[in-house]
């Protein structure tokens, strides 16, 4: 199975700032196809995960563009610009490349 | 609008079979590249990707937990079902059903139903 590993908790930003989300895979995502089947999810508290960004950068609808993806490599960075209470959660990061999908152990964002 | 909802027994015991519905709304499972997938979370731990069929009723599982999946599908009542077959205390968790549609993977969730497991 590919793992994907996470830090348990973000460093600590003050809203408006910037915070950044790790992921790396333990194996390379890229397809054959040429798409890179890495996802981002938001799960919020008490409430169900929700779809951020889709293969690696792609903001998802309604998603504000505060938030961005990028790679390098095996290693992904979620980016989110200009940090608001409503950001808080945990961030799973998910590979749909092959079976078993499977997610990251989530990455708490925490506020100072 | 795209709305996705599960239910469950909500408690049972070991050794019996979990039976899951999700019921949805604003999208068919009659369309091409549609499907719709499970995902368990144990309370206050990680996601679980569990099985999903697509609209052609091709099925996948988590091989870990294969032999004791099933899904299927009711495409007319806009429902899909999971049975997993004889349970234990590592089976309690919240039950998630989401949509699955190329390229977003799962891009909508149900609210999810939590089930627990014990004698």
């Known amino acids: 199975d590919i793992v994907m590993t996470q830090a348990a908790f973000s460093n600590p930003v003050t809203l408006g700032t910037s915070a950044s989300i790790s992921c790396r895979s333990s194996?390379?995502?890229?397809?054959?196809?040429?798409?890179?089947?890495l996802y981002w999810y938001l799960q919020r508290p008490g409430q169900s995960p929700q779809l951020l960004i889709y293969r690696v950068s792609n903001l998802a609808s309604g998603v504000p563009n505060r938030f961005s993806g990028s790679e390098s490599g095996t290693d992904f960075t979620l980016r989110i610009s200009r940090v608001e209470a409503e950001d808080v959660g945990v961030y799973y990061c998910a590979q749909l490349l092959e079976l078993p999908f499977t997610f990251g152990s989530g990455t708490k964002l925490e506020i100072k | 609008q795209v709305t996705l909802k599960e239910s469950g027994p909500g408690i049972l015991q070991p050794s019996q079979t979990l039976s899951l519905t999700c019921s949805f709304s604003?999208?068919?499972?009659?369309?091409?590249?549609?499907?719709v997938g499970w995902i368990r979370q144990p309370s206050g731990k990680g996601l679980e990707w569990l099985a999903h069929?697509?609209?052609?009723?091709?099925?996948r599982y988590n091989p870990a937990l294969k032999s004791r999946l099933t899904i299927s599908k009711d495409t007319s009542s806009n429902q899909v079902f999971l049975k997993i077959a004889s349970v234990d205390t590592a089976d309690t968790a919240t039950y998630y059903c989401?949509?699955?549609?190329?390229?977003?993977?799962?891009?909508?969730w149900g609210q999810g139903t939590s089930v627990t497991v014990s004698s």
């Open positions: 194996k390379n995502l890229l397809h054959s196809n040429g798409i890179t089947y």
């Open positions: 604003g999208f068919s499972l009659s369309t091409s590249g549609m499907g």
């Open positions: 069929i697509w609209w052609d009723d091709d099925k």
């Open positions: 989401a949509r699955m549609m190329d390229p977003y993977a799962m891009d909508y």
